[in-house]
């Protein structure tokens, strides 16, 4: 199972929006609404921030949002904020009980 | 507090074999998968498998099989993720994480890591 393609890094400014896109096949992203996105910073372990494609876990704040289209997911950042600069990893269900990441992503806030 | 705890830090030779433990405090263990992800330096996360705790039942990705066993302990709540014919690029951080028992369910709690090094 390969890695789902990740763009290897996005940049915004404080205040603006960004998206980061996940592609994969018709076999995991596109056949399941399974994906999920975790923010990791530097020395941490990762954090979920969206589940079920658009699900917000309890306590994570409303600027960050899913989609999907296709074989695409995305994930929005709004109103970027400094202590948004970490990684973000996309993950889907591929069927058979399994599962695959994305490369990751680093988003900077400049 | 609901948190996993994992057992520290590992140096091994290659051809070794390696045995990171993972502590469930604060929900029932039995109650949810437990997930192993590993890092290596400066890479991405990749999936390594589940074990239900409470059937003992294990899944592995394919690139694993025959190298990795998944076992529990449910009397202390730890489950135990042993990783044998050990090669340098087997050095990573391992993080244990939770999930639900649903198809696909969503990772939402994640240990602290393990970093084992392979080295000669």
């Known amino acids: 199972q390969s890695a789902l393609t990740q763009p290897a890094s996005v940049s915004g400014s404080p205040g603006q929006s960004i998206t980061i896109s996940c592609t994969g096949t018709?076999?995991?992203?596109?056949?399941?609404?399974?994906v999920s996105w975790y923010q990791q910073h530097p020395g941490k372990a990762p954090k979920l921030m969206i589940y079920?494609?658009?699900k917000r876990p309890s306590g994570v704040s409303n600027r960050f949002s899913g989609s999907k289209s296709g074989n695409t997911a995305s994930l929005t950042i709004s109103g970027l904020q400094a202590e948004d600069e970490a990684d973000y990893y996309c993950?889907?269900?591929?069927?058979?009980?399994?599962?695959?990441f994305g490369g990751g992503t680093k988003l900077t806030v400049l | 507090q609901v948190q996993l705890v994992q057992s520290g830090a590992e140096v091994k030779k290659p051809g070794a074999s390696v045995k990171v433990s993972c502590k469930a405090f604060?929900?029932?263990?039995?109650?949810?998968?437990i997930h192993w992800v590993r890092q290596a330096p400066g890479q991405g996360l990749e999936w390594m498998g589940w074990?239900?705790?409470?059937?003992?039942?294990?899944k592995y990705a394919q690139k694993f099989q025959g190298r990795l066993t998944m076992t529990r302990d449910t009397s202390i709540s730890t489950a135990y993720m042993e990783l044998s014919s050990l090669r340098s690029d087997d050095t990573a951080v391992y993080y244990c994480?939770?999930?639900?028992?649903?198809?696909?369910?969503?990772?939402?709690?994640w240990g602290q890591g393990t970093l084992v090094t392979v080295s000669s």
């Open positions: 994480s939770r999930s639900g028992r649903g198809v696909g369910d969503w990772f939402d709690l």
């Open positions: 604060g929900y029932t263990f039995t109650g949810y998968y």
């Open positions: 074990i239900n705790p409470d059937s003992g039942g294990t």
């Open positions: 018709s076999s995991d992203v596109g056949n399941y609404n399974l």
């Open positions: 079920e494609v658009t």
């Open positions: 993950c889907s269900y591929v069927g058979s009980s399994t599962f695959v």
